[in-house]
């Protein structure tokens, strides 16, 4: 994450760490002055970004004035029964009253939705969304910082609220995601966030959810993009494990030191790093470890039963083969993704297709994130119909990416299910939101009226309005 912002939330360094920077002008030496050429080629690469990276003209939802009750669709509580013809009364941003015959305020709008579908605002729980922009374009990517070891970086404070990607992503009816720090070894803090509002403050709905970690492959890998020996590799393991350990003893040791000044007046070096890393080891916060091959997820969950931590595991295309250590450990699962390539030549054609399936019959707790791709966030619902097509009950499909996410990242006290108390956080369908041809109609975050126009419906009406006119001039 290279932004200025990301860079500022960085906090206060450790004297150590306090050094001077010796980087002048694009990393040349100190009292570099560049060509007048070369600041033209920089401008003109900036102007190019800017002009990929405008800002998304959607304007965020105004909050809620008065009540407002959907009335006589079918209401699907995901933590209970279904209600047909039922009525879903929300008012100041949250649920009131949820049942068949909800007794109405005298200036309450009443909202006509029969023939459609009520449920949850669905979430995402893994993705780079409002951390990048265009995968290829390195000036609208900001969800890496520099260096292997930054779990003080905090995705929190880069989200760009004018992604384009954001409209599109609700338009599919994901309202909330947890953006994602990348790049290096522990790669910082996420953050959970609703996808409307001005800035990222008004977006951040959880500031820190969890400290992430790149596992490394524990085995060699030979396939056509390794250019790397197998004894590379496995030196390349061996480093990034001990830099992994070093960094929590590191932290241990420092937050020991500080325990015991107390309130010294002896001076103590603040370290922005460790102190990030204080609520892992103290319980407060998980780790969530990013695994995917069954012998990674093995020597991650050994990492956390040595330091005694909470833990996610991230990916999991190979947890079922471990559901009796994810089982002992207690230990949940974000499947990344459903629409994956099996990993192996002898695995079966949709063994990825039916992670979720598997999991949920071993009794381990799971829910399905779309990918870490931002664009693709839009596909999330599709991705847990897979799943209900290949052995998960629709049912459990559906909690997959509402109530299950919640529980996970610690928010279901207000979202994940339609209930008196929780968030007026949902969305209103023409179906089944698992099935391609069901469209969102309306959506609410906290009671906000949530705009579902986005880039791609905008150019949808300017081509239909091109081929209209061609069709015009042929007659």
Same mark, same amino acid.
């Given at each position: 994450?290279?932004?200025?912002?990301?860079?500022?939330?960085?906090?206060?360094?450790?004297?150590?760490?306090?050094?001077?920077?010796?980087?002048?002008?694009?990393?040349?030496?100190?009292?570099?002055?560049?060509?007048?050429?070369c600041?033209?080629?920089?401008?003109?690469?900036?102007l190019?970004?800017?002009?990929?990276?405008?800002?998304?003209?959607?304007?965020?939802?105004?909050?809620?004035?008065?009540?407002?009750?959907?009335?006589?669709?079918?209401?699907h509580?995901?933590?209970?029964?279904?209600?047909?013809?039922?009525?879903?009364?929300?008012?100041?941003?949250?649920?009131?009253?949820?049942?068949?015959?909800?007794?109405?305020?005298?200036n309450a709008?009443?909202i006509?939705?029969?023939?459609?579908?009520?449920?949850?605002?669905?979430?995402?729980?893994?993705?780079?969304?409002?951390?990048?922009?265009?995968?290829?374009?390195?000036?609208?990517?900001?969800?890496?910082?520099?260096?292997?070891?930054?779990?003080?970086?905090?995705?929190?404070v880069?989200?760009?609220?004018?992604?384009?990607?954001?409209?599109?992503?609700r338009?599919?009816?994901?309202?909330? &995601?947890?953006?994602?720090?990348?790049?290096?070894?522990?790669?910082?803090?996420?953050?959970?966030?609703?996808?409307?509002?001005?800035?990222?403050?008004e977006?951040?709905?959880?500031?820190?959810?969890?400290?992430?970690?790149?596992?490394?492959?524990?085995?060699?890998?030979?396939?056509?993009?390794?250019?790397?020996?197998?004894?590379?590799?496995?030196?390349?393991?061996?480093?990034?494990?001990e830099?992994?350990?070093r960094?929590?003893?590191?932290?241990?040791?420092?937050?020991? &030191?500080?325990?015991?000044?107390?309130?010294?007046?002896?001076?103590?070096?603040?370290?922005?790093?460790?102190e990030?890393?204080?609520?892992?080891?103290?319980?407060?916060l998980?780790?969530?470890?990013?695994?995917?091959?069954?012998?990674?997820?093995?020597?991650?969950?050994?990492?956390?039963?040595?330091?005694?931590?909470?833990?996610?595991?991230?990916?999991?295309?190979?947890?079922?083969?471990?559901?009796?250590?994810?089982?002992?450990?207690?230990?949940?699962?974000?499947?990344?993704?459903?629409?994956?390539?099996?990993?192996?030549?002898?695995?079966?054609?949709?063994?990825?297709?039916?992670?979720?399936?598997?999991?949920?019959?071993?009794?381990?707790?799971?829910?399905?994130?779309?990918?870490?791709?931002?664009?693709?966030?839009?596909?999330?619902?599709?991705?847990?119909?897979?799943?209900? &097509?290949?052995?998960?009950?629709?049912?459990?499909?559906?909690?997959?990416?509402?109530?299950?996410?919640?529980?996970?990242?610690?928010?279901?006290?207000?979202?994940?299910?339609?209930?008196?108390?929780?968030?007026?956080?949902?969305?209103?369908?023409?179906?089944?939101?698992?099935?391609?041809?069901?469209?969102?109609?309306?959506?609410?975050?906290?009671?906000?009226?949530?705009?579902?126009?986005?880039?791609?419906?905008?150019?949808?009406?300017?081509?239909?309005?091109?081929?209209?006119?061609?069709?015009?001039?042929?007659?």
């Open positions: 994450m290279r932004s200025p912002r990301l860079a500022a939330a960085r906090g206060a360094q450790s004297k150590i760490q306090n050094r001077k920077s010796k980087i002048g002008f694009a990393g040349t030496s100190p009292g570099f002055c560049p060509s007048h050429r600041v033209a080629k920089i401008a003109a690469l900036l190019f970004a800017a002009g990929l990276c405008h800002a998304s003209p959607e304007i965020p939802g105004a909050p809620q004035e008065h009540p407002i009750a959907l009335v006589g669709g079918t209401i509580p995901v933590s209970g029964a279904d209600i047909e013809g039922g009525t879903l009364l929300f008012d100041g941003g949250k649920i009131t009253a949820v049942g068949k015959d909800a007794a109405l305020p005298a709008e009443k006509d939705v029969a023939g459609k579908h009520v449920y949850p605002g669905l979430i995402d729980a893994f993705t780079y969304l409002g951390l990048t922009e265009v995968q290829m374009v390195r000036a609208t990517n900001d969800h890496s910082e520099t260096g292997r070891i930054n779990p003080n970086a905090k995705a929190q880069a989200i760009n609220p004018d992604s384009e990607l954001i409209p599109v992503a338009s599919g009816g994901v309202l909330c &995601a947890l953006s994602v720090p990348g790049g290096g070894l522990i790669s910082g803090t996420s953050a959970l966030i609703q996808l409307d509002g001005w800035t990222w403050e977006m951040t709905l959880k500031p820190a959810v969890g400290v992430h970690v790149r596992w490394p492959q524990m085995a060699p890998l030979f396939t056509w993009w390794q250019e790397m020996t197998a004894q590379e590799q496995l030196q390349t393991r061996d480093k990034s494990l830099e992994i350990h960094a929590f003893d590191e932290a241990c040791t420092y937050l020991a &030191a500080r325990r015991a000044a107390g309130d010294d007046d002896s001076p103590h070096d603040y370290n922005a790093r460790w990030a890393l204080a609520p892992v080891l103290e319980g407060k998980p780790l969530v470890i990013e695994a995917d091959e069954i012998q990674q997820i093995q020597s991650a969950l050994a990492f956390s039963e040595r330091e005694k931590i909470k833990v996610i595991l991230a990916g999991g295309y190979d947890a079922p083969e471990c559901v009796d250590l994810l089982k002992k450990l207690d230990v949940p699962v974000i499947v990344g993704g459903v629409h994956r390539l099996p990993r192996r030549h002898d695995d079966a054609y949709d063994a990825a297709f039916t992670v979720p399936a598997r999991l949920q019959a071993a009794g381990v707790r799971f829910c399905i994130a779309s990918s870490e791709r931002a664009s693709m966030v839009r596909n999330l619902p599709y991705h847990a119909g897979v799943a209900a &097509a290949y052995g998960l009950p629709p049912v459990e499909a559906l909690k997959a990416i509402t109530l299950y996410p919640a529980q996970l990242l610690g928010v279901d006290d207000r979202l994940g299910s339609l209930e008196a108390g929780k968030d007026a956080t949902l969305i209103v369908t023409t179906g089944d939101p698992l099935e391609a041809p069901s469209q969102v109609t309306h959506a609410y975050l906290q009671g906000r009226r949530v705009e579902l126009n986005d880039r791609q419906k905008r150019l949808w009406e300017k081509y239909k309005e091109k081929y209209r006119r061609i069709g015009a001039a042929a007659r």
